[in-house]
């Protein structure tokens, strides 16, 4: 059985440690300096600890702790060559942790839809790790990405639902303007975009194509598509992107200062 160690359970640890314990077959140590976040995470971990020595006895350590403060935690952790570290932290490259670990450094992009087994991840590493192959297609999907491409990773898949969310909110507010309540409506809006991405992920054809598949002649589709194409939606779904990914390289710069 793999065995890892999640470093901070906050929002991601907790989802990532949720996530594998559906999945099962995972051996997981969950680590904090908070007793009020291991015991959330308590039924969903084989243990939880406050103590360093423990956290550090797994082959793979996940450090999910802000990135501000992933400098200090890798100073507690003293890792050996045959260990794996991954880091997840928004901003922070894998030079910056592997200065500070003789442990072999993965960088991993998740995001919080771990918890449902859903997660897109981006991954980079310079050869297959096992382990941390098997977890990240056990919480979900995950490409390998060259580093530079990591603050686009970091926009598209790390801070993505919330953009998706908003997209839900704003159908679910379309329908509530026609009448409907506001629990039909956000249950319509949220799984005909989970099955709208089904379908783009099963589907051999092209995003146009399936666009296309959807508009009839004169009919109900091709009006809101219409509406849609003459909008700045796209415009914006881009500069949102462009602006997660600038922050994302903002806070790079910020940790390579260190
Ligand atoms: N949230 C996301 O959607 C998302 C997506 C992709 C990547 N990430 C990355 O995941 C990391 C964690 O984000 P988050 O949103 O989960 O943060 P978070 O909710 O603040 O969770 C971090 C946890 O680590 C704990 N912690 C603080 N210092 C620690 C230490 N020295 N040792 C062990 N644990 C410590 C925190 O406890 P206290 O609360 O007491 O400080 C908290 O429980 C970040 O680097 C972020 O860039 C997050």
Known sequence: MADLTIVGCGNLGSALINGLAAAGGHDVTAYDVDEAALERVAPYAARTTTDVETAMASDTVVVAV???IVGAVLSEFDLSADQTLVTVAAGV???YVAARTDAT??????????????????????EVDEDVRVMLADLGSFVEIE????????????????????????MTEGALAEGMDETAAETLAAQTVKGAAETVLRS???????????????????????????????DAMGAALAAATRRSREMAAERADE
């Open 147 to 170: 580093e530079e491409l990591m603050d686009t990773a970091t926009a598209l898949n790390g801070s993505g639902p919330a953009f998706v969310f908003y997209t839900i909110q704003a």
């Open 105 to 126: 450094v993965v960088r991993v992009m998740p995001n919080l839809a771990a918890e449902t087994q859903d997660m897109a991840a981006a991954v980079t590493w310079d």
């Open 66 to 68: 802000k990135p501000d």
């Open 204 to 234: 051999d054809r092209s995003v146009d194509d399936l666009i296309d598949a959807v508009c009839s002649p004169n009919g109900t589709t091709i009006e809101g598509m219409e509406v849609l194409w003459d909008s700045q939606f796209a």
């Open 93 to 95: 490259s894998r030079n």
